[in-house]
């Protein structure tokens, strides 16, 4: 019996055999179907695999940045937050981290670390759950996927499209560069901050190159888990995970024990830079370049090779503008220690006072519908009373102070009464021999006043308006020294009379002190000798795009005009007669480096040379002699400087246009309605609400040698000068001539 049953289980030669071949059947079946996956995979019928343009020209969602002249980055656009970095310009603790943690076999593998594979594999079987990626798959699954797929089916075919492309990723870049690529395409999760250079700066304040080991160890560490990880949320999680990759940067020989053991004992140090569109430098200024480099791509039809339009918060292109970001942080700065002072002094005027009064009362009720808690209460279908009782509900909020963003409870009414009674302020700075604009602000705060008034608003100019009525007057043959009655005169007759308000400072009075002291009546005379039209033609020429009606009330500057136009024009005198225009962009790259716009600014000789030097003279007797000369008493300025104060009726507008060989620079103050002004003209004029904002940030260039701004004076016209420019002298020569002029004239 046992002999047949050991007989019965011993199997044949031809059932060996036949099992032998069914094995090698399956197993090479197997192999077989194995490739044939992959190649289905490779072939793309699992889903779409990137092709060899793809991997020359990765996608990914770049930020674009706005680089100063002197090449600091002023800000950037962005949908996600990621800027890209060079190899060079990474820590080498972050790439020691990264391979310790992630990749240890990571320059003796091709794409693919078959060892590593197969040992996670077994792991995994165990129920040790490990990642088996590469660095150079976790690049593949960053840029060429839509995110770790959930399903484990899907995972799977996931899992050989990234052996396929990192391999072919392999075979295109250097480790280096892949290396890079992967750095700059990672998530941190938390506060939009994509790619090293973001991370670097979210966390750190610093910049990749910058990173020590511990920050180095702490954003390598987060990338197993941006969530678990956070420093903010977790820090104790970030802090053991922290450890984790220096003790495996110490495992790998890249630190002693000793260096291990102290650096694990050290606190979790942050410095929170948490990046949004209104911080840094420049914040009004990048929102108008913005704008206005979307319109010259749309009407110059400036597109990508491939025909589609260039998106500044995706495309990371380098934006190359004219401002320096010292004199930018310099105009900053002179806006806040003056505004801070001058609004302690706006606050007081009101303090017992209700400047919503009779018709101001309106105000209000047009602040309410223009805002954006009206717009979504009317589209709710919410009624007026329901509006009007919402508006006097309190409710939390956050409000602008001078000392900070403050937290408090007040109704949305209170909140528009608040704000009407903040001053605003705008501030321009341009050389006006190239037109480049050095610095540019355009309003108080960006996060609360996002209405940007060097270039978008515009504002009555007052007695700003007065030079070009004087350089009409002086390209006719008029003498700076010519003396014109200033005394009160209507100019025209019925409807169409025009009488204009001042005081004189006696008469008669020279072209040159007349606008020196600002003088209403002596100028308006100069208008109806010379005319309206020629004034207002002159005007456009030099650059100002508002409307200017042929009406002698332009002299006084009754209409509106951007301190953008304003600064523009005011440079034609100093630069001999040569408007320039204001130019702030001087090319745009793309992400390679390739340049896809530069800017030529245009070019017009506006005002005969010599006149425009006498006009540089006249508004240097503003600052010696005349409404500007607290330059020289108060801020201590002993150099050449011109310029010209502004007031609008009610003190509603203050202005200045301050004037050296080398700047010219302009000043708006106001509020935010023309109804809400100082009742006093001694804090409400432009010599003392916008003037100083001008000597603050001259005082500050001058005092920063590095930018070169000389103390010179204006350089002669060439061919020099024909005329007397000295009054005394001209009285002497000129004297018998002038009188037959005033008798012809008539006084």
């Known amino acids: 019996m046992k002999k047949q049953t050991k007989k019965a289980n011993t199997l044949t030669k031809e059932e060996i055999s036949r099992y032998t071949r069914n094995f090698w059947k399956i197993l090479i079946g197997a192999i077989l179907m194995g490739f044939l996956f992959i190649f289905s995979v490779g072939m793309g019928l699992f889903g779409k695999l990137p092709t060899f343009r793809d991997l020359e020209n990765p996608k990914s969602n770049l930020a674009s940045e706005v680089i100063s002249d002197d090449g600091v980055v002023l800000g950037t656009y962005f949908v996600q937050n990621r800027s890209n970095v060079r190899y060079d310009e990474l820590s080498p603790h972050l790439i020691q981290a990264l391979i310790a943690t992630e990749d240890k076999r990571f320059y003796r593998h091709s794409g ?19 990642g088996a990626s590469t660095i150079t798959q976790q690049l593949a699954l960053n840029l060429f996927s839509e995110g770790r797929a959930r399903s484990t089916g899907k995972r799977i075919i996931q899992k050989f499209q990234e052996w396929i492309t990192a391999v072919r990723l392999e075979r295109n870049y250097t480790k280096e560069e892949i290396i890079t690529m992967y750095f700059n395409t990672v998530d941190f999760g938390a506060y939009n901050t994509y790619g090293i250079k973001s991370a670097a700066r979210t966390y750190f304040n610093t910049t990749p190159d910058k990173l020590n080991v511990q920050q180095a160890a702490l954003l390598v560490g987060m990338l197993k888990g941006p969530g678990i990880y956070s420093p903010v949320r977790y820090p104790q999680n970030a802090i053991r995970r922290r450890n984790v990759v220096i003790d495996n940067m110490r495992k790998e020989g890249f630190l002693t024990r000793e260096e291990a053991t102290r ?329 390679n480096g390739m340049p896809i716009y530069e800017k030529a600014p245009r070019v017009t000789k506006v005002l005969n040379s010599e006149s425009a030097y006498i006009m540089v003279d006249m508004l240097k007797s503003v600052v010696d002699d005349g409404s500007g000369r607290r330059l020289r008493f108060r801020y201590n300025f002993t150099n050449p400087i011109g310029g010209k104060t502004g007031t609008t009726n009610d003190n509603a507008d203050a202005w200045f246009i301050g004037i050296t060989p080398e700047l010219v620079s302009g000043v708006w103050t106001g509020a935010e309605d023309r109804g809400i002004s100082f009742y006093s003209m001694t804090e409400g004029q432009g010599a003392q609400a916008a003037l100083p904002v001008f000597a603050i940030y001259m005082q500050k260039v001058y005092a920063d040698t590095s930018l070169h701004y000389s103390k010179g004076d204006f350089p002669l016209p060439d061919g020099g000068l024909t005329r007397e420019l000295d009054c005394s002298k001209y009285r002497q020569f000129f004297g018998e001539e002038e009188e037959k002029l005033d008798d012809r004239l008539g006084f």
């Open 263 to 591: 650096l694990k004992s050290e606190p979790l140090i942050t410095d929170m830079r948490i990046s949004n569109y209104g911080e840094g430098l420049a914040p009004y200024f990048r929102a108008v370049l913005k704008r206005e480099i979307q319109r010259e791509f749309n009407e110059m039809s400036i597109t990508k090779a491939d025909g589609t339009p260039w998106d500044l918060d995706r495309d990371g292109l380098k934006i190359y503008t004219t401002i320096n970001s010292k004199m930018q942080l310099y105009a900053e700065e002179a806006q806040q220690e003056w505004m801070k002072t001058i609004q302690a002094n706006f606050d007081r005027q009101w303090r017992n006072r209700d400047p919503f009064q009779g018709d101001k009362a309106k105000l209000l009720e047009t602040g309410m519908r223009r805002s954006d808690r009206y717009r979504v209460l009317k589209q709710a279908g919410k009624s007026d009373e329901e509006i009007k009782k919402d508006f006097n509900t309190p409710v939390p909020m956050t409000i602008f102070t001078w000392e900070g963003n403050r937290d408090t409870t007040m109704t949305p009414m209170d909140s528009i009464r608040y704000n009407k009674l903040i001053l605003r302020n705008a501030f321009m700075s341009m050389e006006p021999q190239t037109g480049y604009v050095r610095a540019w602000v355009g309003g108080i705060n960006f996060e609360h006043y996002k209405y940007d008034q060097v270039k978008m608003g515009t504002r009555q100019v007052g007695s700003t308006a007065k030079p070009f009525t004087y350089a009409v007057a002086i390209d006719n043959g008029f003498s700076p020294c010519f003396q014109v009655p200033n005394v009160p005169l209507t100019i025209g007759t019925g409807q169409y009379a025009w009488t204009p308000r001042g005081e004189s400072v006696g008469s008669p009075i020279t072209l040159r002190g007349a606008l020196a002291h600002s003088q209403n009546f002596a100028t308006a005379y100069m208008i109806n000798e010379v005319g309206a039209r020629p004034v207002a033609t002159l005007t456009k020429r030099m650059g100002i795009t508002s409307e200017v009606p042929e009406y002698p009330s332009i002299a006084l500057g009754a209409y509106e005009a951007s301190v953008y136009d304003m600064v523009g024009a005011y440079s034609s005198f100093v630069n001999q007669g040569v408007w320039v225009e204001p130019t702030y962009i001087l090319r745009i790259e793309d992400k």
């Open 112 to 130: 693919i670390d078959y060892r590593r594979t197969f040992t996670i594999i077994f792991y995994n079987l165990v129920g040790n759950r490990q």
